[in-house]
């Protein structure tokens, strides 16, 4: 399973555009990079999946480069309620994916 | 709500009782995952069941023990648990790479 690393923790202002970046140099060509979203106390929740070059939906946008060595998961015009830990997961091609979860981003923002 | 049902949403239990986390989903997915998270701690992947086969036990002590009756009810069975245990036990179905739905968690307190 490719290893992921993202930064522990960003701060940020309401209404700014955020970018998290997350690094998983042994991605493998069946994997896909997946995004999730951690209230407190509360399960993760999927925001968005790629495979490469660029992914938008109604939450966030993920950039992906042509290496698949990296990934961005931008969020436009953020909001107190989008503070949250954010998780970069690599997501095997097989029958079953062990979903492993890192330490993941912890996003604050502030009004 | 995510489609992934987990009873009940809380429990205490003394050190000698006997228990079980259950989880539901009956959006046909074919794999099953029992996750525990500590406070402020990441999540820690337990159990994964595809197809009703367990396939993946992460070192897990051998007071929690899985039980997949069926590809829709996953249970985990408590025994003889330890202070430590106490924390948010999340259940969460996907199928393929497709994203992943997390129950609302059992939060588990041991007296």
């Known amino acids: 399973l490719a290893k992921t690393t993202q930064p522990i923790s960003m701060d940020s202002y309401e209404g700014q555009e955020v970018n998290i970046t997350c690094s998983h140099n042994?991605?493998?060509?069946?994997?896909?990079i997946t995004w999730y979203q951690q209230f407190p106390s509360q399960g993760p929740r999927f925001i968005i999946q790629?495979?490469?070059t660029k992914v938008t939906n109604e939450v966030a946008s993920l950039f992906i480069p042509a290496d698949r060595k990296s990934s961005t998961l931008s969020l436009p015009r953020v909001s107190l309620s989008d503070t949250a830990v954010y998780y970069c997961?690599?997501?095997?091609?097989?029958?079953?994916?062990?979903?492993?979860f890192g330490t993941g981003t912890l996003l604050a923002v502030q009004p | 709500e995510t489609g992934v049902t987990q009873t009940p949403r809380h429990l205490v239990m003394g050190m000698t009782n006997k228990k079980s986390l259950k989880c539901e989903q009956h959006?046909?997915?074919?794999?099953m995952y029992w996750y525990k998270q500590s406070a402020k701690k990441p999540l820690e992947l337990m159990f994964v069941?595809?197809?009703?086969?367990?396939?993946e036990n992460n070192s897990v002590p051998s007071r929690f023990s899985p039980e997949c009756p069926n590809s829709s009810h996953l249970f985990l069975h408590l025994h003889t648990l330890q202070p430590e245990d106490s924390a948010l036990y999340l259940c969460?179905?996907?199928?393929?790479?497709?994203?992943?739905?997390f129950g609302q968690g059992t939060r588990l307190t041991v007296v």
């Open positions: 069941y595809s197809l009703e086969e367990r396939v």
């Open positions: 997961l690599v997501v095997g091609g097989g029958a079953t994916n062990k979903l492993i």
């Open positions: 969460a179905s996907s199928h393929g790479t497709a994203e992943a739905f």
């Open positions: 959006l046909g997915h074919n794999a």
């Open positions: 790629g495979y490469k």
């Open positions: 042994n991605i493998a060509t069946n994997d896909y």
